[in-house]
């Protein structure tokens, strides 16, 4: 399983707060906190929009860790794994979309990222995304390199 990134602080998992929740988004309960994750098909940009600015305002880097999504907050850390091959990534939330509207499309990841997580000759893959931090800390982010491709 390739793994970009990892936190285990318990400041992570005492200051998740849940986004607006989504039609496939489910929030398990335990005694310390709430944990939301998704379950839906991921796609990818690159190309095309390489250079132009995201939601955040930034340029977009087909090279980078980062992906879209409709709800969660901008700047959230998100575990993405491809449930065919159990890879999986920590990318950071940059942008929205995906644009395609359908219940099952949930997030468009770099180029860089599908390919980490072996789909990008594909079109789409079944994929879990995991709340890992909706306020990380710089040094965070910045664990969130650009892979060798």
């Known amino acids: 399983m390739a793994t970009a990134f990892c936190l285990t602080s318990a400041r992570t998992q005492?200051?998740?707060h849940a986004p607006q929740p989504v039609s496939n988004a489910v929030k398990a309960k335990t005694s310390h906190h709430q944990h939301w994750f998704q379950f839906g098909r991921a796609s990818w940009y690159g190309h095309a929009l390489q250079g132009l600015p995201t939601a955040t305002g930034e340029a977009y880097d087909m090279n980078a860790m980062t992906?879209?999504?409709r709800t969660l907050p901008l700047?959230?850390?998100v575990?993405?794994?491809?449930?065919?091959?159990?890879?999986?990534?920590?990318?950071?939330?940059?942008d929205r979309g995906p644009m395609v509207q359908t219940q099952t499309r949930v997030?468009?990841?770099s180029y860089a990222a599908a390919k980490r997580l072996?789909?990008?000759h594909q079109g789409t893959v079944r994929v879990r995304l995991d709340l890992v931090d909706t306020r990380p800390t710089?040094?965070?982010?910045?664990?969130?390199t650009k892979p060798g491709l």
């Not at 575990?79 to 940059?94: D, E």
């Open 14 to 16: 005492s200051s998740v």
């Open 67 to 69: 992906c879209a999504h």
């Open 75 to 77: 700047g959230s850390l």
């Open 79 to 94: 575990r993405v794994t491809n449930l065919r091959n159990h890879r999986s990534l920590v990318l950071r939330v940059n």
């Open 107 to 109: 997030v468009d990841l």
């Open 118 to 120: 072996g789909f990008s």
């Open 138 to 144: 710089q040094t965070e982010v910045a664990m969130l």
